[in-house]
């Protein structure tokens, strides 16, 4: 019982600390000009899996009261991550610093979370849909495994941390590397304009 309490505790407070962070700092939101600004999926994939991986830690920390050691698929985890947020800051700065492109999707208001992490300046973007599900998938499976193995006593404070297969990391991997080469594409397309409705104004017989 007690250890579903740190479980929850500990991830609600994350969670809060990510919100108040983003409500005073834009923590989680494009680098742009638009008001507001829109949220930013690689840095909602970032807070995910930082709330997730080093809340693992804590609730372990805690609730056994040693630092566990995280088994190396949880590095290449966070390494496909970090990759992720450094690739799509390096996107978003060559497409503010090339003069060619206008109407940039992180210039434009932010509507809501879910709309903005899903569109880019033409909507909602299936590639964007594909990471969303993808990063909700493995990150409620990760939780689940933390929540029901630090319950147990037979598991060692080590094997608490899930262990991600091959398949699943390179998985991952391919779904984040998709979503890169599909947004350093986003800017240079068009901003479709809906077409006016046709009125038929000849005369019926």
Same mark, same amino acid.
């Given at each position: 019982?007690?250890?579903?309490?740190?479980?929850? @505790?500990?991830?609600?407070? @994350?969670?809060?600390? #990510?919100?108040?962070?983003?409500?005073?700092?834009?923590?989680?939101? =494009?680098?742009?000009?638009?008001?507001?600004?829109?949220?930013? !999926?690689?840095?909602?994939?970032?807070?995910?899996?930082?709330?997730?991986?080093?809340?693992?830690?804590?609730?372990?920390?805690?609730?056994?009261?040693?630092?566990?050691?995280?088994? #190396?698929?949880?590095?290449?985890?966070?390494?496909?991550?970090?990759?992720?947020?450094?690739?799509?800051?390096? %996107?978003? #700065?060559?497409?503010?610093?090339?003069?060619?492109?206008?109407? @940039?999707?992180?210039?434009?208001?932010?509507? +809501?979370?879910?709309?903005?992490?899903?569109?880019? *300046?033409?909507?909602?973007?299936?590639?964007?849909?594909?990471?969303?599900?993808? +990063?909700?998938?493995?990150? %409620?499976?990760?939780?689940?495994?933390?929540?029901?193995?630090?319950?147990?006593?037979?598991?060692?404070? =080590?094997?608490? @941390?899930?262990?991600?297969? #091959?398949?699943?990391?390179?998985?991952?991997?391919?779904?984040?590397? !998709?979503? !890169?080469?599909?947004?350093?594409?986003?800017?240079?397309? *068009?901003?479709?304009?809906?077409?006016?409705?046709?009125? =038929? +104004?000849?005369?019926?017989?």
């Amino acid at each position: 019982m007690m250890n579903n309490i740190i479980f929850w @505790l500990t991830f609600s407070l @994350l969670t809060i600390m #990510i919100i108040v962070f983003d409500k005073k700092f834009m923590m989680i939101r =494009d680098i742009g000009t638009g008001t507001p600004r829109p949220y930013s !999926l690689s840095r909602t994939i970032m807070a995910w899996w930082t709330v997730i991986v080093f809340g693992s830690f804590i609730v372990i920390l805690v609730a056994r009261g040693v630092v566990p050691t995280a088994d #190396i698929s949880t590095f290449y985890l966070l390494s496909i991550v970090w990759g992720t947020i450094v690739g799509a800051t390096f %996107i978003d #700065i060559s497409d503010q610093n090339n003069p060619k492109l206008t109407d @940039l999707g992180q210039n434009m208001p932010g509507s +809501n979370f879910w709309v903005d992490i899903l569109s880019d *300046k033409n909507g909602i973007n299936v590639c964007r849909f594909q990471t969303v599900l993808i +990063n909700l998938f493995f990150g %409620i499976w990760f939780l689940s495994k933390v929540f029901f193995n630090v319950r147990d006593a037979e598991n060692a404070p =080590d094997t608490v @941390l899930p262990y991600m297969s #091959i398949n699943n990391l390179l998985l991952y991997g391919m779904g984040s590397a !998709l979503y !890169l080469v599909m947004k350093s594409f986003e800017n240079k397309q *068009k901003v479709m304009q809906p077409k006016p409705p046709v009125i =038929d +104004n000849e005369p019926r017989p």
